[in-house]
Every structure is written in structure tokens, then in C-alpha cells.
């Protein structure tokens, strides 16, 4: 194609004139455009704040001023103007972070028969960082919740009670069952049961799937079940831990006041902590154990509500790795350094680890450890510790 030059005859100033009206038409088209998607970003706003319980009424209960509540910050402002509270920490952290209980990592017993789970919501401010306090939406103890351990093919009783001021409910990974049926939501004061049987091996999330559901995950409303294989699948492992990893989103530091879910941080995927089992760098000060030689197994689980995990353990090798919780050790690979989990999935690892010493597992998308998630394994109860 030839263009017509300025100094060819008069098609050319037609041509100049045909064009100047195509752009003049297409600026305008362009600032329709702008506006109506400015609408429509508008009224998405509009509609995500009807969405949220902060402008609801449940049952007669204004849901304005709940834990966990705080929308603002979310008005249009732009992303650049979000603030990081990552490390906010006092002066006695470190006093903090040695007093801390940490959560229990190692896998509980599975119950014989049917496995009666009875899940408690409520809301509470937690502790995900030393000095960090957080008004969630978690479970009677708190965020994550329990660690359910059940076997391959045994029968799971879920009970649902909801002690929170809104509307909550519970969707299990692990269950194949019509989640119109099982997972809807529970009205406060109420409770609901449904039955599965965990046919599939693997770790599961379990975690509210009441609307909007990244608030209710990002306000601690998730934990882990562990589905154990048959007898004889797996290498028997000396020592089992459950990981749930996830992140957080804070409207403003926690340190005087319980901090509330920032939702444009969390659209931002910007999040202040992340944490295994919901609390920074617990297992720093608090190390998970195990004897030279044992097989220490890994239940990982990332409940997200939006940030992959890449679980890695520094000084060693993951000689087994189930990806994605597919358990079917035809499937495992062998030998691997660095394993993502997803956010809503599972993975499951083995380490077998000789030498004594203080080894860090982590997820190796390294902001994440500067987050919070990071923690020690010691082999061989060695003194000392060790950051990394
Ligand atoms: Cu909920």
C-alpha cells in the first residue's frame, strides 16, 4: 500500500480530511469509551460494597462496625496510594514472638469410625505477627482452623456452628457432594451437618465460601484436613507436620489497635504477612524437631486467598514430592528443590535428613519470607538459631 503524498493533487487533501475526521471520531468514540468504563468500574464499586456485609443487615443485626469491617481504604483511590505495613513490629517483639504459643504443626490422630467434626465459627483478634493484632473471622481457636485428620475412605460428619455476626459456611475440598446443597450459608446462632466420605487422598483446604469469598478467607476462615492413604501407599513417616500457608491484608499497622481486611490490598495481591499456620515466623522461634535419619513428612497447604507457595527446605533436598496432593506415588517426583503450592491446593513432601542441624523451610518466592513464612526444622535438637 502506497500513501498519498503532500504534494500529489487534490485526493490527497481529501484524503487528510477524511482522515482527520476518522481520529477526531475515533477520540471521541475513545472518551465514550473511558466513560462508560468508568461507569462500569463505578458501579462494580457500587455493587462490591452492596456485596459486602459492611453495608448489610443480617437477621435484624446492622453489620456496620463488626470485627473485621473496615472498608475504607477502598474507596477509588488508586493502587499507588496503598500503604505497606510489612515488619511493623515493637520494641518488645522479639519477648513477643518468644511467648507466643505456637500453633500445633504435628498432624493429630485420626479417629476411629466416623470422623465427627464439629467447626466453630467466630469472630476474634488474632496474633499473626509478634504485636500484630488482627480482627478476624476465624474459628474457636482462632485462624487457621483445626487439623482434621481422617483416612482414605473414612466417613466425615461435618458440623458447622456459627457464633460470628454474619453469615458464614464451609466448603471442603476433599468432598465431591452438590455444594448448593452442602456448602450454603449458615445464619448466626445457626448450625448445619452434611456427610462425605474422603474417597481422594491428599491435603484439602477447607474454608467459607459465603460472599465475598476473599474476605472471608483473607479474615482467617480456612484450615486443612488431611486425607491419609491406604495403609502401605506411602513410605511410613517418622514425623508428619501440616503447614497452612496464607497471606494477609491490613488496614493499618495492628499494633495498637486489631487491624481490619483491606480489601485494595488484597486486589492488589499486596499483602503485609504471610504466614504458616497464621502467625509469623512461629516455627523460627519455635522450631518443628526431628531425629537424624527420620522421614519427616510435609502436609502443605496454601489457603491463599490469592499467593502461591514455594515450598522449599534450605540445606536439603524434597526426596519425595506428591504435586498437587495427587498421592498416588506413581505420580510423586523424587529429589526436587522447590515445589509450588497453589492457593486453594495442597502438596505433600518428604525429607530425609542426615546431618544435624537447623534447616529452614520457606517459600522461595522470597518476599514471602520476609512476610513471614519461614520456619526452622531442627535435626538433632542442635542449639542455636539461625534466619535466613
Ligand atoms: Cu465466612
Same mark, same amino acid.
Given at each position: ?16 480530511? *477524511?482522515?482527520?475526521? /476518522?481520529?477526531? &471520531?475515533? =477520540?471521541? !468514540? ?7 468504563? $468508568? +461507569?462500569? @468500574? ?57 511467648a507466643h504459643k505456637p500453633y500445633p504443626a504435628d498432624l ?8 465427627? *467434626?464439629?467447626?466453630? /465459627?467466630?469472630? &476474634?483478634? =488474632?496474633? !499473626? ?7 478476624? $473471622? +476465624?474459628? @474457636? ?95 511410613? +513417616?517418622?514425623?508428619n507436620y501440616v503447614l497452612v500457608a496464607s497471606e494477609w ?140
Amino acid at each position: 500500500m502506497s500513501y498519498p503524498s503532500q504534494s500529489s493533487n487534490s485526493s490527497s487533501g481529501a484524503f487528510f480530511m *477524511v482522515a482527520t475526521i /476518522l481520529l477526531g &471520531l475515533a =477520540v471521541g !468514540i475513545g472518551a465514550i469509551f473511558s466513560v462508560l468504563m $468508568w +461507569a462500569d @468500574a463505578h458501579q462494580a464499586r457500587d455493587d462490591a460494597k452492596k456485596a459486602t456485609p459492611a453495608a448489610a443487615s443480617v437477621g435484624g443485626h446492622s453489620m456496620a462496625g463488626m470485627p473485621g469491617m473496615d472498608m475504607s481504604g477502598d474507596s477509588a483511590a488508586g493502587i499507588g496510594s496503598l500503604t505497606s505495613y510489612a515488619g511493623a513490629a515493637p520494641d518488645n517483639a522479639d519477648a513477643l514472638a518468644t511467648a507466643h504459643k505456637p500453633y500445633p504443626a504435628d498432624l493429630p490422630p485420626a479417629p476411629a469410625g466416623v470422623a465427627d *467434626v464439629h467447626l466453630v /465459627l467466630t469472630d &476474634l483478634t =488474632v496474633q !499473626i505477627a509478634p504485636g500484630v493484632k488482627y480482627a478476624a $473471622w +476465624a474459628w @474457636a481457636k482462632g485462624a487457621p482452623g483445626p487439623v482434621i485428620h481422617v483416612r482414605q475412605g473414612q466417613l466425615v460428619k461435618i458440623t458447622l456452628t456459627n457464633n460470628g455476626a454474619i453469615p458464614h459456611s464451609v466448603d471442603f475440598h476433599a468432598a465431591r457432594i452438590a455444594p448448593d446443597k452442602a456448602f450454603g450459608d449458615v445464619f448466626p446462632g445457626k448450625s448445619v451437618s452434611y456427610t462425605f466420605r474422603a474417597n481422594d487422598a491428599g491435603v484439602f483446604m477447607y474454608h467459607c465460601g459465603t460472599k465475598p469469598v476473599l474476605m472471608h478467607i483473607a479474615n482467617g476462615m480456612y484450615g486443612a484436613i488431611v486425607v491419609e492413604p491406604k495403609p502401605g501407599v506411602l513410605p511410613k +513417616a517418622d514425623k508428619n507436620y501440616v503447614l497452612v500457608a496464607s497471606e494477609w491484608y491490613l488496614d493499618s499497622d495492628g499494633l495498637t489497635k486489631p487491624a481490619q481486611f483491606s480489601q485494595a490490598k488484597a486486589h492488589a495481591r499486596m499483602p503485609d504477612w504471610m504466614t504458616f499456620n497464621g502467625y509469623a515466623g512461629q516455627y523460627v522461634k519455635h522450631p518443628l524437631t526431628a531425629k537424624p535419619g527420620e522421614l519427616v513428612r510435609f502436609w502443605v497447604m496454601d489457603a491463599g486467598p490469592s499467593i502461591d507457595t514455594d515450598f522449599h527446605v534450605v540445606g536439603t533436598l524434597l526426596d519425595n514430592a506428591y504435586p498437587f496432593a495427587d498421592m498416588n506415588p506413581a505420580h510423586a517426583l523424587h529429589n526436587v528443590q522447590t515445589m509450588t503450592v497453589p492457593a486453594g491446593g495442597g502438596a505433600v513432601f518428604d525429607v530425609r535428613i542426615h546431618e544435624p542441624g537447623l534447616y529452614p523451610f520457606v517459600s522461595h518466592s522470597f518476599a514471602a519470607v520476609d512476610q513471614g513464612q519461614v520456619g526452622l526444622l531442627n535435626v538433632g535438637n542442635v542449639n542455636g538459631t539461625m534466619s535466613h
